[in-house]
């Protein structure tokens, strides 16, 4: 693969948390308009790859490049103006917000400063023209109906897909999932796999999931960790018949984790 050409690549990354190394010579490389899955079993070291993108935890030795270009690992303040947003999963949502101020404040002026009320400390125009991409990136996973119930009147499924629009209205163009099937029923599973697909259009996506429905289904290469290394990566198709992942995660569970 030609790394000069990928949106995102990591070379050689390593996390040690004391004497722990959680982290062991990690590769990675997503390029526009691709679902790259992250997969292992628990304590794999999936979300600590994720939490040394986005600056959570510091990086112990490793090159991450942007556009083929070597960048300083990010820290949590410079995600958005590098154009790569994540979701959580906790969520996370305000409660005593409305679902379009809680999409809001996912916004380039409030992650900078800090504001969580819509109206606060901006000009009309400002307000508008956030409350219409907060809008888009509501209908973007088919929850516009929702923008003025509040937080904590939803269902959990419903809080899932606001937790994406707020993910997106910063228009990055690196969407981190953290496990976004996690406590979904097989009808909003499928509502996930389309809304994944639908966003290839507008951005590049790294997925760590435990479902393996939704991996096998959205994904089109995958990289699997074990005890904090790649074991295996390439098509769905390569690492669903490799040996060593049946052996260290898939087996007879290909179904769920």
Known sequence: MNKEAALLSIEALSVNFGGLKALSNVYMDLNPGEVVGLIGPNGAGKTTAF???????????????????????????????????????????????????????????????????????????DESQLKERAQLALERVYAGELSNRRA??????????????????????????????????????????????????????????????????????????NFGEVISSGSVSHVRNDPAVIAAYLGTNAGGA
């Open 152 to 225: 904590d009147t939803l269902s959990y499924p419903d809080t899932k897909r606001v937790s994406i629009a707020r993910a997106l209205v910063s228009q990055p163009r690196i969407l981190l999932l953290d496990e976004p099937a996690g406590g979904l029923g097989a009808a909003d599973i499928s509502w996930l796999n389309g809304v994944i697909s639908n966003l290839k259009s507008i951005c590049a996506i790294i997925l760590v999931e435990h479902h393996m429905d939704v991996v096998m289904s959205v994904c089109d290469r995958i990289y699997v960790l």
């Open 51 to 125: 939490n040394a993108i986005s600056g959570l935890v510091a990086a112990t030795s490793g090159k991450l490049s942007l556009d083929g270009k070597e960048h300083n690992w990010p820290k949590p303040n410079q995600l958005v103006d590098l154009g790569i947003s994540r979701t959580l999963q906790g969520v996370g949502l305000f409660p005593d917000l409305t679902v379009l101020e809680n999409v809001m404040v996912g916004a380039n002026k409030f992650a900078k400063s800090g504001l969580i009320r819509s109206a606060l400390g901006l000009s009309n125009k």
